[in-house]
């Protein structure tokens, strides 16, 4: 049987844990438990099947409140339990007054902060949608922005209602105080490394200020380091060294779908090689790692931010984010990179040019992974025709380069492009 893991677990025997865990997939996501099964995945079977489908019955309904969706099913065959627990809307769903998260294979009560995001997801409501304790709160750069871009001749309270950044009574919320021209949020930092991580040219701290003003900061900062003038006959040509693209998508994309409710700022690492541009907080629950990659569904963390950025041009309103970035790179080797972490996502945008140029032999290993292949060494071994050393120090390269990755361990070691 496969191993436990966020959506799975095993329990050999009928005890009080499993709640919490009923907790965790109600709150977070669809999960099953079995039971009868041992935590290394062997069958052992329930004495009384039917009997013990109702004690859990009684015990979730007893002891979870609200009263999450389920659904229990027998095996007959071999006596064991599966318990299906569905993620709820009436969030959060709590055990003994906590309300757990699974992380992997272990449930752990969440935190007071996550208690709140969940409460609040449980009302339907976001961060950005709470009233501000921020005051008198001025717009002149979301105001300048909106004339310049749409040209329109009067923003007033009108235009702030429109956009979702008052209520009826003029009241503001935190989408408001995050765009103001002033507040207290650490918003962005951004820092430029020499030759080392050790060597700091240049550090931009932006905070207390519109996340307009920090996005426009950024891209003047990035123009500083990754664009130059070539003079080509009597033209004269800007060189993009990272395309400007799909930095602006990055950038914008940390702002609009990073946790605002955290007083870390989005950081924003500029290296000789690369640049990383990471957002405060994961993924939300009810998207999947692949999902997000391939660019295939958009759920909006700060919907209200998100508007004004789509309004201003600056963003998609329907999040084409990620595959945007991915069509700038589309004709190169190296291909932009993503680091998903339970509290943080990292987009890594590699510099275009001759440093990651593929020789004749790594291309032809390049080509036979692609479209979507998956070839162990030997395969690769026979499809080129090159001798099993030339193949290994090829492979290893191209790992290197972080155009492959290996896949698996032993002989079971396969290869593919990294997506």
Not at 26 to 36: E, H, L, S, V
Not at 88 to 114: F, H, M, Q, W
Request: hydrophobic share 35%; with cysteine.
């Amino acid at each position: 049987m496969e191993r436990e893991s966020r959506t799975l677990e095993y329990k050999e025997k009928i005890t009080q844990t499993f709640l919490k865990t009923v907790s965790a997939y109600a709150n977070y996501n669809d999960g099953t438990i079995m039971f009868g099964v041992s935590d290394d995945g062997r069958i052992i079977g329930i004495d009384d099947p039917i009997a013990t489908c109702v004690n859990i019955e009684n015990m979730i309904n007893d002891s979870i409140d609200p009263k999450p969706d389920f659904r229990l099913d027998i095996d007959k065959k071999n006596k064991t339990i599966t318990l299906y627990v569905f993620e709820g809307i009436d969030k959060p769903y709590c055990y003994k007054n906590k309300a757990y998260k699974r992380n992997d294979s272990v449930t752990a009560p969440v935190d007071r902060l996550e208690f709140t995001r969940l409460s609040l997801e449980g009302q339907n409501l976001s961060y950005e949608q709470l009233g501000t304790n921020e005051k008198n709160l001025s717009f002149h750069i979301l105001e300048d922005e909106f004339k310049d871009k749409l040209k329109i001749d009067n923003f007033d309270n009108d235009t702030l209602k429109t956009l979702e950044l008052i209520n009826s009574k003029s009241e503001p919320n935190n989408a408001a105080a995050i765009l103001a021209d002033k507040n207290s949020y650490n918003v962005m930092d951004i820092v430029r490394f020499g030759d080392s991580m050790d060597e700091i040219s240049e550090r931009v701290t932006i905070s207390k200020v519109s996340a307009i003003e920090a996005y426009n900061e950024a891209i003047k900062v990035f123009i500083r380091y990754y664009r130059k003038e070539k003079i080509i006959g009597d033209r004269r040509e800007i060189i993009e060294m990272i395309p400007e693209k799909a930095y602006r998508e990055a950038v914008a994309n940390a702002i609009v779908h990073r946790t605002w409710d955290v007083n870390g700022a989005i950081q924003i690492g500029m290296y000789k090689d690369k640049v990383e541009i990471t957002s405060p907080g994961g993924l939300p629950s009810n998207i999947s790692e692949e999902e997000y990659i391939r660019g295939r569904v958009s759920v909006q963390r700060n919907p209200i931010i998100a508007g004004v950025f789509a309004r201003l041009g600056i963003i998609e309103k329907f999040g084409t984010g990620i595959k945007r970035i991915n069509a700038c790179y589309k004709s190169e080797e190296k291909k932009p990179e993503y680091e998903i972490y339970e509290n943080s996502i990292t987009v890594i945008l590699p510099i275009l040019g001759d440093s990651y140029r593929l020789d004749t032999n790594e291309r032809t290993i390049t080509k036979l992974l692609s479209p979507n292949k998956v070839l162990t060494r030997l395969e690769i071994e026979e499809l080129s025709g090159m001798e099993k050393t030339k193949v290994v120090r090829i492979l290893n390269n191209l790992i290197d380069k972080r155009i492959i990755e290996k896949l698996g361990s032993g002989r079971g070691t396969k290869y593919a492009l990294k997506i």
